[in-house]
């Protein structure tokens, strides 16, 4: 099980070194867009880190791609069990209403965990850290093209070896393309790390979304809990790209995400020594399994508890730290 010991009491005012790591390997189940002015976001990066890997283009998903769908998540569910008001005529005193970039409670578990910022009405940190993904394979064999009028064409941009920006035509990231991902909390308590991790779990609809495009699927490799900061998701990319290939694993091919979670199983020890952190416990396997079973038991009233419990914490912080301070300005 996961050592709950591990985790602050309350969350602290200054950092104390408190880390747990999720990592995961990102899946696309359907068509997803990753993009910003019409065309997906890339970058050309060397393919593993060895000398003869070469440089290849990955398709990126960056940060905020991946923490919104999240946040939105366990947003959701906290109005669901009756945490957050639905609007701002139902709030009560034990029941803020808290409307996403526009006007934050600062008190929820959202705001404490994932911060906020409301111009001079304050600002909280993130406690969630995130980077860009990379996609594990490269771009030409990750993506399709489609136009408006057809389904979709494949494989005539990457014979070209370059991107068009023909009006009619888009490119999506193709179903099971592989995105490895750290997701690092900083001094949460267990519950707001709970709060966290179910959102990863349960997040599905990721990128901008047409119709029914952009489903995700996100495989828990394993969680570390450790005193500082760990791998890039770059480097996570690179290194697994190199340990599949030892496998002879064909990267111009889909990959199988159970053949690399796999890979990535054996190899996340090896590189957190290689980060010199101290790693307090590495949960990963059928232990892993037992402890998710156990946490987020598929009923109402659990999830109300690790709701109520991770509010508690939050609303905590909140009244010592935040509202405090923010009164104090006023
Ligand atoms: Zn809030």
Redesign the pocket.
């Not at 934050?104 to 404490?112: A, L, T, V």
């Given at each position: 099980m996961l050592n709950r010991d591990f985790f602050p009491k309350a969350v602290p005012a200054r950092p104390t070194g408190h880390y747990a790591h999720i990592i995961l390997l990102r899946e696309t189940e359907s068509y997803a867009l990753f993009q910003t002015d019409g065309e997906l976001n890339t970058a050309r990066v060397p393919a593993g880190t060895k000398p003869d890997d070469g440089i290849i283009t990955r398709i990126t998903m960056f940060k905020r791609k991946q923490t919104t769908p999240e946040r939105l998540v366990g947003?959701e569910l906290?109005r669901r069990y009756g945490l957050?008001a639905e609007d701002k005529t139902k709030k009560t005193d034990d029941m803020?209403f808290?409307d996403?970039n526009v006007d934050?409670?600062?008190?929820?578990?959202?705001?404490?965990a994932y911060g906020?910022a409301i111009g001079d009405a304050g600002s909280e940190k993130s406690k969630v850290y995130s980077d860009t993904a990379y996609s594990l394979t490269a771009f030409e064999y990750s993506h399709e093209a489609f136009t408006l009028n057809a389904p979709y064409e494949s494989g005539t941009m990457s014979r070209q070896g370059e991107v068009t920006s023909r009006i009619n035509e888009q490119d999506h990231v193709r179903p099971q393309v592989i995105f490895p991902a750290v997701i690092a909390t900083r001094d949460l308590t267990f519950p707001l790390f709970t709060y966290v991790l179910n959102n990863v779990l349960r997040a599905r609809r990721y990128g901008a979304q047409t119709t029914r495009t952009g489903t995700m699927t996100n495989h828990l490799i394993g969680i570390a809990l450790t005193d500082g900061d760990i791998f890039s998701n770059l480097y996570f990319t690179q290194r697994l790209y190199d340990a599949l290939r030892e496998q002879g694993i064909d990267l111009s091919e889909p990959v199988n995400a159970h053949s690399a979670l796999a890979v990535a199983a054996n190899l996340v020890p090896d590189l957190l020594a290689e980060d010199r952190v101290v790693v307090s416990q590495w949960l990963s396997g059928a232990e892993l399994d037992q402890f998710l079973a156990e946490t987020f038991a598929a009923d109402e009233t659990a999830m109300q508890t690790l709701l109520k419990a991770a509010y508690n914490d939050?609303k905590q912080y909140a009244h010592t730290y935040v509202l405090k301070s923010a009164k104090g300005k006023s």
């Open positions: 947003r906290l957050i803020p808290c996403y934050f409670c600062k008190q929820c578990p959202d705001c404490i906020f939050s």
